[in-house]
């Protein structure tokens, strides 16, 4: 087996357990997952990291990983740039627009948002447009109902139960921002 496919096969074996939910069982496989994407960055393999980038968005939302989810698609988004990837850098911008709109930052968020409903156009992606779009939309709405704030517990709690829906629906950022922009509201 790879590193990849023997880190999921355990992971797989953890959630069969019953013990997935146990978050100190995750982070050892969160863990070395990071560390394949960090390696797959490193040896340009851009391809096998957007995929895996994919799957382990969801994962590290559930565990609450927060900056690691960032940093590995600000990660993503510069490799997809280098290697020209259109698509790769739609889901990344649509991913980091996604998240901004959870934390209240529509400024961030619909500059993200924008970039991949553009990108998204370009390739002609409709079901990325779509989410994107609803997003978008939900950051403007945000932007003129309110002043910037930062999130509260209630929403951070929210952010945790729609993480762990994304994760087991295979979904997305979008998915959380869909979530917790209709609890918010």
Known sequence: FSGGALSSLLFLRTAAAGDLLKL??????????????????????FEEELKLMRSLNGLLALTLRWLDLIRSLRSLLRSAKAANHAAGQAYAH??????????????AAEHHLREAFRLQSQIGDLTG???????LDSARRDALSRPPTPPSSRLLRSAAIAA???????????????????THH
């Not at 100190?24 to 393999?45: M, P, Q, S, W, Y």
């Not at 649509?94 to 400024?107: D, F, I, K, N």
């Not at 997305?172 to 917790?180: E, F, P, R, T, V």
């Open 164 to 182: 762990g829906f994304v994760l087991l629906g295979g979904g997305g950022g979008s998915a959380i921002a869909l979530s917790i922009h209709r």
């Open 24 to 45: 100190d069982n995750a982070t050892g496989e969160v863990d070395a997952l990071l560390d394949l994407f960090g390696r797959l960055d490193r040896a340009g393999r």
């Open 94 to 107: 649509h991913e980091l627009g996604s998240l901004s709109l959870c934390a209240g930052r529509t400024e």
């Open 129 to 135: 447009q779509c989410a994107t779009r609803h997003n």
